[in-house]
């Protein structure tokens, strides 16, 4: 069974930087995708981030180019989301997500989810 489990939310001042953790587990190839998505209070989740773990071929939303990055450690099985320059409407409840195949920008694509974690970021 594919579990992903999620660290590293936490609060900052705007310009600040956090890092995000997926550990993923459960996978018996390596054909799949993982992606960050956030859901603010009363908006639709939407994603931020994804990765493929066949090529590491990434994607990222228009508003978080140049300030965050996707990266993997396959030994570790952990995906990360780097996240600089941090601004108020950043703030959300971040998930981590995964997908057999390529990756995807929709969340109604993906059959395992993270716990989420809550990233805010003060004015």
């Known amino acids: 069974e594919v579990q992903l489990v999620e660290s590293g939310g936490g609060s900052v001042q705007t310009g600040g930087s956090l890092r995000l953790s997926c550990a993923a587990s459960?996978?018996?190839?390596?054909?799949?995708?993982i992606a960050w998505f956030r859901q603010a209070p009363g908006k639709e989740r939407e994603a931020v981030s994804c990765i493929s773990a066949t090529d590491w071929m990434t994607n990222y939303a228009d508003s978080v180019k140049g300030r965050f990055t996707i990266s993997s450690d396959s030994a570790k099985n952990t995906v990360y989301l780097q996240m600089n320059s941090l601004k108020p409407e950043d703030t959300a409840v971040y998930y981590c997500?995964?997908?057999?195949?390529?990756?995807?920008?929709?969340?109604?694509?993906?059959?395992?989810w993270g716990q989420g974690t809550q990233v805010t970021v003060s004015s």
């Open positions: 997500a995964a997908r057999l195949g390529l990756y995807s920008g929709s969340h109604s694509l993906y059959d395992y």
């Open positions: 459960g996978f018996t190839s390596d054909d799949y995708a």
